[in-house]
Nanobody, 124 residues
Framework: QVQLQESGPGLVKPSQTLSLTCTVSGGSITTSGYYWSWIRQPPGKGLEWIGLLNSAGNAAYRSSLSTRASISRDTTKNQFTLQLSSVTPEDTAVYFC????????????????RGQGTQVTVSS
């Protein structure tokens, strides 16, 4: 059974860089055919896709976040990491990592497995 667990600071100051790590167990992030995403849910709003890595390590991002978001991975630890720079209070949200079976599933917010999420608050 694949499990995903998010970790990182719960409070980030405005203009700083948010960094979150997703640790995956029960399956390798390099296994072909899977897409590994970061998504978030701001308070009172719906899910919002941030970006993804495919099994080859290639990244894609939501256009509105592409200048601030960066996703990388450590295959030795079976982890992938989100960095979001120049954060503002509008980046306050519950952040999730997730696995999808296809790119179509990614864009329709259909996730086979998803972590429990971690609250990140941007405040001074």
């Amino acid at each position: 059974q694949v499990q995903l667990q998010e970790s990182g600071p719960g409070l980030v100051k405005p203009s700083q860089t948010l960094s979150l790590t997703c640790t995956v167990s029960g399956g390798s992030i390099t296994t072909s055919g899977y897409y590994w995403s970061w998504i978030r849910q701001p308070p009172g709003k719906g899910l919002e896709w941030i970006g993804l890595l495919n099994s080859a390590g290639n990244a894609a991002y939501r256009s509105s976040l592409s200048t601030r978001a960066s996703i990388s991975r450590d295959t030795t630890k079976n982890q992938f990491t989100l960095q979001l720079s120049s954060v503002t209070p509008e980046d306050t949200a519950v952040y999730f990592c997730a696995r999808s079976l296809s790119y179509a599933d990614v864009v329709t917010l259909n996730y086979e497995h998803r972590g429990q999420g971690t609250q990140v608050t941007v405040s001074s």
